[in-house]
């Protein structure tokens, strides 16, 4: 069946470094692959997506790699603020306009 | 621009009594969904309406009932409340296109005791 799940719960990073949290899923039909932000209190809000035919996608401050090989997704942050401190969410959608989510990684910014 | 508007933000039920959680979007969306999250959890969903006139159960859909009212609005309601049901209830939005569109809602707190 559908499972996204991630490798760590928790990241703590130094203010100004990258961060890469990561992410794994098993459904290979999933035709896109998306990161979510979710601050306390306030529903997830979208960061960027990728569609399973690419395998790097870049935003500001934000890139997504999607190793389709090994079923992984990461989303690097770079030159992480404090404003970047939240839980990052993957999802994977295919099929039905579903998203499924993975548990989350809480990611902290030390100063 | 509202974005995905989700009332009530708090709730508190005793265990058996009905209630229904309202969401309207504003922007034009064909499909709406509904999530729950628990402690810790990530967003597990409910039911969804891929389009106006139509629904259908996700993951978790055991409890609960949706109505798809019109383009704008998708309720959620819970007939009968159990403690389980305790949890952070999101309504979301998209479209499906060159990307994916999701917009959500700040989410519904509610606890059955």
């Known amino acids: 069946g559908e499972n996204v799940g991630l490798h760590l719960p928790t990241l703590s990073v130094q203010e100004g470094d990258n961060s890469i949290i990561n992410c794994a899923y098993s459904n290979s039909a999933s035709d896109y692959f998306i990161w979510y932000k979710q601050e306390s209190g306030k529903g997830p809000q979208f960061i960027i997506d990728?569609?399973?035919?690419?395998d790097k996608r870049q935003g500001q401050r934000v890139t997504v790699l999607l190793n389709k090989t090994v079923k992984h997704l990461s989303l690097q942050i770079a030159a992480t603020q404090p404003g970047d401190s939240a839980v990052y969410f993957c999802?994977?959608?295919?099929?039905?306009?579903?998203?499924?989510f993975g548990q989350g990684t809480r990611l902290t910014i030390n100063p | 621009n509202a974005g995905v508007t989700q009332t009530p933000k708090f709730q508190v039920l005793k265990t058996g009594q009905s209630m229904t959680l309202q969401c309207a979007q504003d922007m034009n969306h064909n499909s709406m969904y509904w999530y729950r999250q628990d402690p810790g959890m990530g967003l597990r969903l409910i039911y969804y309406s891929a389009s106006e006139g139509t629904t259908d159960k996700g993951e978790v859909p055991n409890g609960y009932n949706v109505s798809r009212l019109n383009k704008r609005e998708f309720s959620l309601r819970l007939e009968s409340a159990a403690p389980s049901q305790t949890s952070v209830y999101f309504c979301?939005?998209?479209?499906?296109?060159?990307?994916?569109?999701?917009?959500f809602g700040s989410g519904t707190r509610l606890t059955v005791v």
């Open positions: 979301a939005s998209g479209f499906r296109g060159p990307s994916y569109g999701y917009t």
């Open positions: 990728i569609r399973s035919n690419m």
């Open positions: 999802a994977e959608t295919g099929g039905a306009q579903k998203l499924v």
